[in-house]
């Protein structure tokens, strides 16, 4: 799909993105804009170097693409100067080869906080309160009435909620987990949450002042300690040799039986064969995934586990944040290509 053929600077898309607005931004900036219409999910190597092809001055990519060496020397090669993924996380691709390739990348921040956020929420409220499993047992015919024992779950109110990686996202999660269900918090983060503590701490005022229970935080000195303490869990470290596997076996055997794990960073941050034999071991213990260590597949026996709840990597996926992702990926390409093309600086 072509726009603005006889435009000046080529840009590539590997994919249709939502809204119409980055793609104003494009051909309004003398982009002729070439989007790939390929249906296969996920481009190989290959079928990106074909979309480079011999002229190519800045490219939308996304988290599914491997961006290394090959394809940032070809795209250098082309006349490229910008690389933009959709996504703000970018483990997908090597910055370090882009850099020696004179390619600048940019990444989506900012427009996705919230909708993560809400949705790492949305697996907490599901795993401890059991809703895909009570919603399975409605649909299979199973419901007799009434029992006192039907799907008893966790309350969160008053539990304390762990952070690790208490950066936007994880920092987003904890005000809506205390402020929505008063919890108490424990994070642990390489750097100090202010904002967040402070907020935590009027919070806490608040409540006490209208004669209810203040929640409390802490900012932990190690993992264990969080992993150790906290009832519900929640992962947003980024991805990378420190935080591969960082859940393991032992991190989970010091885990309370009956905490709650949810993870809507990264799929390799979790040992997903280690977290299935916990599951197995510890009916009690749940979890909510919305990555996976081999995406798009589960480890084997995920899929057969009553206590996890899964979901395809769908964290941003509210309208508003992919048409914003779209069009910050636009502007990255603009902001790169413009600046080395033309001298100017956008920002
Ligand atoms: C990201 O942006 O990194 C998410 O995984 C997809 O929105």
Same mark, same amino acid.
């Given at each position: ?103 600048? *990348?940019?990444?989506?921040?900012? =427009? !996705?906080?919230? &909708? @993560?956020?809400? #949705?790492?929420?949305?697996?907490? +409220? ?102 150790r303490e906290a009832d *519900?869990?929640?992962?947003?470290? =980024? !991805?990378?040799? &420190? @935080?591969?596997? #960082?859940?393991?076996?032992?991190? +989970?055997?010091?885990m309370k039986k009956e905490a ?25 213990f ?62």
């Open positions: 799909e072509v726009w603005n053929p006889s435009g000046k600077y080529r840009v590539v898309s590997t994919k249709s993105m939502p809204g119409a607005r980055w793609i104003r931004l494009l051909t309004d900036n003398d982009c002729r804009l070439e989007i790939c219409t390929d249906p296969k999910t996920i481009l190989s190597v290959d079928d990106i170097l074909a979309l480079i092809g011999d002229r190519c001055d800045g490219i939308i990519g996304q988290l599914t693409e491997d961006w290394g060496e090959v394809l940032f020397s070809a795209l250098k090669r082309a006349g490229g100067t910008a690389f933009s993924n959709m996504a703000v996380g970018y483990n997908n691709v090597d910055v370090e080869a882009a850099n020696r390739n004179g390619i600048a *990348v940019g990444n989506t921040p900012g =427009v !996705l906080t919230e &909708t @993560t956020a809400e #949705l790492a929420a949305s697996l907490t +409220l599901s795993a401890a309160r059991r809703i895909v499993e009570a919603d399975q047992f409605m649909r299979a015919g199973l419901y007799e009435g009434w029992l006192p024992h039907l799907f008893v779950g966790n309350l969160l109110k008053g539990q304390t909620v762990g952070v690790i990686g208490a950066g936007r996202i994880g920092s987003a999660y904890a005000r809506m987990m205390i402020e929505g269900f008063k919890m108490n918090l424990i994070y642990y983060d390489l750097y100090q949450a202010t904002r967040l503590e402070k907020f935590v701490t009027a919070y806490g005022q608040f409540l006490k002042a209208n004669g209810e229970q203040p929640v409390t935080w802490k900012r932990a000195a190690t993992m264990e300690d969080v992993l *519900v869990i929640s992962l947003h470290p =980024v !991805l990378d040799k &420190t @935080t591969y596997h #960082l859940i393991n076996p032992e991190r +989970l055997a010091i709650v794990l949810v993870n809507a960073s990264r799929g390799p941050v979790i040992d997903e064969l280690a977290l299935v034999e916990h599951l197995k071991a510890n009916p009690m749940r979890v909510g995934l919305d990555v996976f260590e081999d995406e798009p597949y589960m480890k084997p026996g995920l899929a057969d586990m009553k206590n996890a709840v899964v979901v395809p990597h769908i964290a941003s996926a509210s309208k508003w944040t992919r048409e914003g992702m779209a069009t910050l990926a636009a502007l990255n390409v603009l902001a790169c290509h413009l600046q080395s093309f033309r001298g100017q600086q956008l920002i």
